[in-house]
């Protein structure tokens, strides 16, 4: 057993968050993934396919993104999926075409880490991690990806408080390592009409607690389309920093989660009603 | 036992909900209080006290309610609490104290109505009835109600599902009254940093659903007035029709939820940040 | 608004339930349905259909409560059903066949009461009144109940707080009346495999805080009838005092909530289990 | 990336859970932790102390559970802390701890595992491997284990359905190893007088869906030791296969949990009350 680390055992700060507390950054810090940055004037658009499926897909996906004006693009190539039995994503193939499509059209990209294994392979060839739902709690990759040099997206764990999830910042943080940026995507609750509850006041509370910047995603949040253009509308009047939703070119055609995509007449839809909101609280899209 | 009226079973209608449903009136249905029309071109404040405590406070309340904009008098006088050792309103006083604020001022109020037998007396006084969040689910208040002819504002139950919520306008609809505004107001959930969890997502869907105005509670979902502001903007650039919030003209002396209600100057900043988000969405305060 | 009563304001007492608060009895109070005792040395079955429908349907029902061992009948005359167009119960007729079926088995029975209007025709007919969970936070008609002379079962709200439920208890005992009896039918969780989750540790700890009898309902709980033996027995084990379920002569022709109630067999087999058990934790059937 | 295996894509099985479904052995699989057996005529107590802490506090916890008759001993060297500022665990020390406390009295002790990367180095050395509810998620980690074959104590989500745990149970099977032992925690509800709300119904349910042996942990449930042993009768009562609870020898010098441990008196009294509900349900102890 000599290869594991004895536990270090550090003594309790006087402050909660002591590494992404508000108080360290009044004014709220700033993170980029690529050249694009979240938490200054800008309210960022983060959209994309739920899963990278094949080249030509990625190529549409990246196209319309580019096109009605989001700025980071997004794609799952390994899926966490409750059932062993459902699509696992592409795996590293998955990440090619991912990396192929976002420099073709010149954005960013982010997707999901799912292992400490993956950490090391991925972090020369993405531009931002995202940490899922079902891993916000996985502390031993919070710290890998906290000795990363890359961003992290970490979404809220859907039976996580809103205390635990400022502390899986600090696991990330502790490493030396406070590029993140938090991301709810809704939380569990009795009522099933929705998927999951976004949590709106928790990621308004969420922003006021920490200098970190704060974004939403409708898509998964909801599961359902009709619903994702008012509250990423909602959360740029709130202030938040970002939204993070699923399109598909063929929505009929996805291999995972196509019920909640957004089809491009949809996306064209939500960016031209969210401009005149973005301006009318003093930032751009 | 003769005059516990036989319960009438009426059949199953083809839709869920006959009377509510958004196909009606596809553009959607307005409902005014007073003269302060929900579900048209405007985005209506309602403000005021959670209780009514006195003459003064009342005239005060009404006073910084109308010089910042909202259009519509809240305030409570018969309360239901939790304990019954906490103060429970002022009662028939309280609601004379509201009428006579409301028209010195000129603007309508809404209060909160508890049990049948104070429907018939409270009618020619008020301009619209409150359903609190723990009536929702009483149907014989509902349905009396609904055999009056002042506009009632519903508020969803904090464990309440959607469908439920649709189907408590139907007990209301059913007695030949279809003023109904919803009233999202913060469900029950596992997170503790706020007191209950605004369903925003819930609320726009309700919106799509049904023909009738929604709006929302900032103050009780939360508790935490930093959060109002923010959440209020949020539901304008959502869509929805209006918000109801807590205001005191000095919080520290409040009987009831002091902690949640504004102080005249953040209830000043929430109306000036509030507009411009409301103009983008063309509507108007 | 001459007959609204002015609300009379309490002050805080010392203790937060200073009516049931479990030193007031360190051992437990018992309270009884006619000879019915519970609390004491008996762990008490409820049983009878979710609703009354005819006079053989009760008949019969009763006739199978009796012959295996349960004690008290149950069955609903006025449904609080969360949509209108959904059977609403006999109302009085069922009131009259409850009362037939009790006198001529020789057995008490509870049943739901709605509405305050319902309380005082009710009250010389009915061996006890029912609160249902929809009903917890009516403090109107808690306090109506707290004046009769007849025991109330107090189902917690679904929606409620153990601390809710206990407070709800001293709007009842304030009146004079402390014969309640606490019932745990499920509380709303995000988990759909169940239609309620039974908060055993809940209805262990309201025992433990109060001197007043618990049961608990697991058929609304759980809707599934292969689940409630298990938990009528755990509730024994545990301590409890009793458990409310639903049997039907025939489930598949029940007008309400058929899929969730035992057949005769199933509820042979579930007393035969139980006994023992009952008989390990030192009590009786 | 050459180190990034491809994900395979298994289709999709007739059945939800081809690998632990009931009907695979209708009569039930059993599982042993050394020579202890899950899922037989035995309600297997496991017990110890949250974290492992020194090698006295090893050596008088596991004398304790040995003389008052529970069979497995826990304690956790590897601790998933919500804040990075608390207690860790020992590690690889507190594995040695266990491991000589286990080998001195003569009983199998079962510890967590937090991440894949410990899986190979702690196979040999411990008798059953641990995935702690903020692991149901981690596929990965669940996959290393089914490639292992010591037992897998598999602890459902806070969050997590009874579906989501079921197909946790497919991705540990899939490697080969159906030693999994299913362990029901609590589940995050919006009731805060008890930590976690004990969903015993889904333990039952899941025991009559599977053929894995299911037992609780009313501790971490409910973080109040007077509600531990009133239900593990539940449990033992509702047919379930063993309880695993946390006691200490000085609950006082605990350094995580200690509010929540059982005194040794506590277990005694457990132990003791336990015995005759066990045999009337015809097991042992």
Request: glycine share 10%; charged share 20%; net charge negative.
């Amino acid at each position: 057993m000599a290869n594991i680390k004895p536990v270090t055992w550090t003594e309790t700060p006087s402050s909660e968050y002591p590494l992404v507390e508000r108080s360290l950054h009044p004014t709220g810090s700033t993170v980029a993934i690529g050249d694009v940055a979240f938490g200054g004037d800008s309210f960022v658009m983060i959209a994309g396919p739920c899963a990278v499926e094949s080249r030509d897909q990625m190529d549409a996906s990246a196209a319309l993104v580019t096109k009605f004006g989001a700025r980071v693009l997004r794609g799952g190539a390994f899926k966490p999926r409750t059932s062993p039995y459902s699509f696992q994503g592409m795996g590293f193939e998955g990440i090619e075409l991912l990396q192929g499509a976002s420099r073709k059209h010149g954005m960013p990209f982010v997707t999901e880490v799912m292992s400490i294994s993956q950490v090391k392979e991925l972090e020369p060839h993405v531009d931002a991690f995202q940490v899922g739902t079902r891993n916000m709690h996985n502390f031993d990759l919070l710290r890998a990806l906290g000795e990363t040099g890359k961003p992290v997206l970490l979404k809220r764990g859907f039976g996580a408080t809103l205390r635990e999830w400022l502390l899986a910042c600090e696991y990330v943080a502790q490493g030396g390592n406070s590029q993140i940026i938090l991301c709810e995507r809704g939380i569990r609750s009795f009522s099933p009409e929705t998927r999951f509850t976004l949590d709106l006041a928790g990621a308004i509370w969420a922003k006021q607690e920490t200098h970190l910047p704060v974004i939403v995603d409708p898509s998964h949040a909801t599961g359902l389309p009709q619903l994702v253009g008012p509250l990423v509308a909602a959360a740029a009047a709130a202030g938040l920093d970002g939204a993070m939703i699923e399109l598909h070119p063929t929505p009929d055609d996805a291999l995972s989660d196509g019920d909640q995509a957004l089809t491009p007449q949809q996306f064209e839809v939500l960016m031209t009603t969210l401009r005149p909101i973005v301006e009318a609280v003093g930032r751009k899209l």
